[in-house]
């Protein structure tokens, strides 16, 4: 079976304004990057457009009719201080709704192996009621409840790598001891949330680091806290916050990664999920805004979900 690669020029069509770092020109950079030899045998798919309903599975059906009514006929529309919506966006939050849950139809019924979504605006910020931090929807919330609502699974694990912790994804599965939460992610720093006591109802793992940590920093979490936690929860499937601005090129963090670390925690995954969830995967593009990082980075986690 093949990974399949997700994405739509729906996700270009969102704009920001000048000089904002969550930039259409991410895309591209991705984009370019899985046009290697190395991804030709990627199976490749437009992300389907998705039913606004499928963002109420983690947000109150008002919130979502909120954020309908607020898109722009043109010009830019200000929902938080770093958070806009250009007449593009509303396409792009449902192509964005369809691809991370048409990723989980296809993984689960064992028609790929594991699917990388490359969408944007990412997500794991988006709060129940809250856009912010760029994000509007919390998409890989909605695709693990999707999987369990549709197919039945009763554990999803979420793991997040960001260099910013995912806030909105941690106060959306708080009390939700099915859906397991972990991430490693750079403090001080924005959103402010993540430290080692937000445990939940113990199904959150938090592994705050420090600016500078780097690669051995980022092993360490994985291997002492975050692995043997998400093999004892034993998740049927995990889907991957896949943010690439922890990368030493990065200009919005300075945890000093490099794309061989995603690698290496890439394949991490797929061990543990090859244990307990069939080897079920599904990642879900987040942050990453050096290009060359980000493109470097994307290949390397792509790379890694083929077997390479």
Same mark, same amino acid.
């Given at each position: ?6 994405? /739509? ?7 920001? !304004? ?41 947000? !109150? ?21 770093? %958070? %806009? ?26 028609? /790929?192996? #594991? ?13 129940? +009621? ?7 929807? #919390? ?24 260099? /910013? /912790?995912? #806030?909105?994804? +941690? ?7 099915? $859906? ?5 992610? +750079? ?20 592994? !705050? ?28 499937? $995990? $889907? ?33 999920? +090859? ?34």
């Amino acid at each position: 079976m093949s990974t399949l690669l997700i994405s /739509h020029p729906a996700f270009a069509r969102h704009l920001v !304004p000048p000089g904002h770092p969550e930039r259409p020109e991410r895309m591209r950079a991705v984009e370019e990057a899985l046009c290697a030899e190395a991804f030709q045998t990627l199976a490749r798919e437009e992300a389907p457009l998705g039913e606004a309903e499928l963002a109420a599975l983690a947000h !109150p059906p008002a919130f979502v009719e909120a954020l309908e009514e607020a898109r722009p006929r043109e010009g830019m529309v200000r929902i938080d201080g770093d %958070t %806009t919506m250009s007449p593009g966006t509303w396409e792009a939050l449902l192509r964005a709704l369809g691809g991370a849950t048409h990723a989980v139809d296809e993984v689960v019924s064992g028609a /790929h192996k #594991n699917a990388f979504c490359a969408i944007r605006p990412p997500g794991h910020h988006a709060e129940a +009621q809250v856009a912010m931090g760029f994000c509007f929807f #919390n998409f890989v919330v909605v695709a693990a409840r999707h999987a369990q609502k549709k197919h039945g699974l009763e554990k999803v694990a979420i793991v997040d790598f960001d260099v /910013h /912790h995912g #806030n909105g994804t +941690q106060a959306l599965v708080w009390s939700d001891p099915s $859906i397991f939460y972990a991430s490693t992610h +750079q403090m001080p720093l924005f959103p402010g949330t993540g430290a080692r006591s937000e445990t939940g109802v113990g199904n959150i793992v938090n592994c !705050p680091m420090r600016s500078g940590d780097g690669g051995s920093k980022f092993h360490e979490a994985f291997d002492q806290a975050i692995l043997p936690s998400l093999r004892t929860f034993s998740p049927d499937l $995990i $889907i991957v916050s896949a943010g690439f601005d922890a990368h030493e090129r990065d200009p919005l963090g300075g945890l000093m990664l490099r794309a061989d670390d995603y690698a290496w925690m890439t394949r991490a995954l797929l061990d543990v999920a +090859q244990e307990t969830a069939g080897g079920r995967v599904v990642s879900v593009l987040e942050g990453g805004y050096d290009l060359k990082g980000l493109g470097d980075s994307a290949a390397a986690h792509v790379k890694a979900l083929m077997g390479s």
